[in-house]
């Protein structure tokens, strides 16, 4: 079965930074190529940030390109999201998915941007 379990969201200042964790079991994590995908109140699902199966390659959405990094620890089968100068058009709720589309996702954590 498989598990996406994120962690470490937060309330935070605008200009403030946080790091996501998404612990992954039930497939072989390090085949798969891994998204972020976030979900603002009222919207839907959006891309954020993808990285390849090794970790050499990562693709972000143009809004958060320069601020954000994703990368992955495959001995750990964790996903990271490390979030700087955040804006208050970054609250949402984060989810690590398997796909771009978020089909495949975990339970979220809460990030919320304001002072």
């Known amino acids: 079965e498989v598990q996406l379990v994120e962690s470490g969201g937060g309330l935070v200042q605008p200009g403030g930074s946080l790091t996501l964790s998404c612990a992954a079991s039930?497939?072989?994590?390090?085949?798969?190529?891994m998204h972020w995908v976030r979900q603002a109140p009222g919207k839907g699902l959006d891309w954020v940030a993808g990285?390849?199966?090794?970790?050499?390659?990562?693709t972000y959405t143009s809004s958060v390109k320069g601020r954000f990094t994703v990368s992955r620890d495959n001995a750990k089968n964790t996903l990271y999201l490390q979030m700087n100068s955040l804006k208050p058009e970054d609250t949402a709720v984060y989810y690590c998915?398997?796909?771009?589309?978020?089909?495949?996702r975990g339970q979220g954590t809460q990030v919320t941007v304001s002072s």
């Open positions: 998915a398997k796909d771009f589309q978020g089909a495949i």
């Open positions: 039930g497939f072989h994590f390090s085949d798969v190529v």
């Open positions: 990285i390849s199966s090794l970790g050499g390659t990562t």
